[in-house]
């Protein structure tokens, strides 16, 4: 192989080389702003949830009755395991 042609490939090599790091780190900032909003929810979620918590301790509901909601909402009462749990944890009398 000749000394040009050695260059040329050696040249699309390092071209490779630079677009899949350029890659990574853009992927790594699209990861760290995904891991960033997905806190922000959680927080959000949880605040929501203590507020929720304390106004169902002064104002109290029946349980049954938020799960038949969810149960007309969706058609079936049982796709909604984690939504009936969090019924439960928020109507919990303590």
């Given at each position: 192989?000749?000394?040009?042609?050695?260059?040329?490939?050696?040249?699309?090599?390092?071209?490779?080389?630079?677009?899949?790091?350029?890659?990574?780190?853009?992927?790594?900032?699209?990861?760290?702003?995904?891991?960033?909003?997905?806190?922000?929810?959680?927080?959000?979620?949880?605040?929501?949830?203590?507020?929720?918590?304390?106004?169902?301790?002064?104002?109290?509901?029946?349980?049954?009755?938020?799960?038949?909601?969810?149960a007309d909402q969706t058609?079936?009462?049982?796709?909604?395991?984690?939504?009936?749990?969090?019924?439960?944890?928020l109507t919990k009398r303590?």
């Amino acid at each position: 192989m000749s000394d040009f042609m050695m260059s040329q490939v050696q040249g699309l090599v390092n071209k490779v080389a630079d677009d899949l790091d350029r890659m990574g780190k853009t992927s790594n900032s699209q990861f760290d702003s995904i891991l960033g909003a997905i806190d922000d929810l959680a927080a959000n979620i949880f605040a929501t949830q203590a507020v929720l918590a304390i106004l169902l301790k002064k104002h109290p509901i029946d349980a049954a009755e938020a799960r038949k909601w969810i149960a007309d909402q969706t058609g079936d009462a049982g796709t909604t395991p984690k939504a009936n749990a969090i019924i439960d944890i928020l109507t919990k009398r303590g």
